[in-house]
């Protein structure tokens, strides 16, 4: 089963998640895309976020009519930090490796270097890196040995791409620009034109559970 992970702390999920994950769908003909509500993110211990059982809920009222999309809560049952390299080897486990590819952001690309298991990431996964019309990422630039850069395939619209350990692709998407920090604020302002960026029900569950009625996103109800 042609699976892609798209890991995240959703606080809150919202249109340009989904858009992703139809378009990487579309592009590596997937079976289906998996929604990882991450845990604790290493590069964000430092910024408070919503507990994950709120951030888990609004996943899953985001996906509910979503036939080929499903949520995962692996990373939440992890003690500690939530690192990739450990969510793709179990995954890889279950689903082999030709057949899982992680989603990740192009602005991932500047400091991959630092992350856990960096060579074997790319020696022996599949990452698809996704940029914005107008951005440019310049892989012979990026922290990483020519080798590793070379495991990285720019590819444009018209390529076919597959799923293949050790090869990862950088492809532009015309996704939404929405910011999940500007989010969260234009929800604690009750701002009119929240339906732009999120689905109903996701809305109406953070305003219920007055999970942004301040600016650190902390939770007022259980």
Same mark, same amino acid.
């Given at each position: 089963?042609?699976? $892609?992970? =798209?890991g ?5 999920i919202?249109y340009?998640?989904?858009?992703i $994950? +139809?378009?990487?769908? !579309?592009?590596l003909h997937l079976?289906? #895309? ?9 590069? %964000?211990r430092?910024?408070?976020i919503?507990d @994950? !059982?709120?951030r888990?809920?609004?996943?899953e =009222? $985001? =996906? *509910?009519?979503?036939e080929?999309f499903? #949520? @995962?809560d692996?990373?939440l049952?992890?003690e500690?930090?939530?690192?990739t390299?450990?969510?793709?080897e179990k /995954?890889?486990? &279950?689903?082999g490796? &030709?057949?899982i ?5 192009s602005d991932v690309?500047r400091d *991959? ?16 890196f *996704?940029? +914005? ?5 310049d892989l012979a630039?990026i @922290?990483?040995?020519? !080798?590793l850069r070379k ?6 619209t018209?390529? %076919?791409? !597959?799923? %293949? ?5 950088l492809?532009t ?5 929405? @910011?999940?920090s500007a =989010? +969260?604020e %234009?929800?604690?302002r ?6 732009r960026?999120?689905?109903?029900? #996701?809305l &109406?569950?953070?305003? &219920?559970h007055g999970?942004?009625e301040? +600016?650190?996103?902390? /939770?007022k109800k259980?």
């Open positions: 089963m042609k699976t $892609a992970l =798209l995240g702390t959703f606080d809150p919202h340009g998640h989904l858009y $994950a +139809r378009e990487t769908s !579309r592009i079976d289906q #895309v998996r929604f990882l509500v991450s845990g604790i993110p290493p590069h %964000k430092q910024v408070p919503s @994950s !059982r709120h888990l809920a609004m996943t =009222l $985001a =996906l *509910i009519n979503e080929d499903i #949520v @995962s692996e990373e049952k992890r500690g930090l939530s690192y390299i450990d969510t793709l /995954t890889a486990a &279950e689903l490796h &030709e057949n590819c992680f989603i990740a952001g690309l *991959i270097h630092s992350w856990k298991s960096t060579e074997r990431l790319l020696e022996e996964f599949c990452i698809f *996704i940029q +914005r019309p107008g951005e440019r990422v630039n @922290s990483l040995s020519s !080798r495991r990285i395939h720019q590819i444009g018209e390529t %076919k791409p !597959r799923i %293949k350990p050790g090869y990862s692709w492809a998407l015309d996704s939404p620009e929405i @910011s999940s =989010l +969260r %234009k929800i604690r009750h701002e009119s034109d929240l339906a960026f999120l689905p109903g029900n #996701v &109406e569950y953070a305003i &219920e999970l942004y301040n +600016r650190y996103g902390n /939770t259980s």
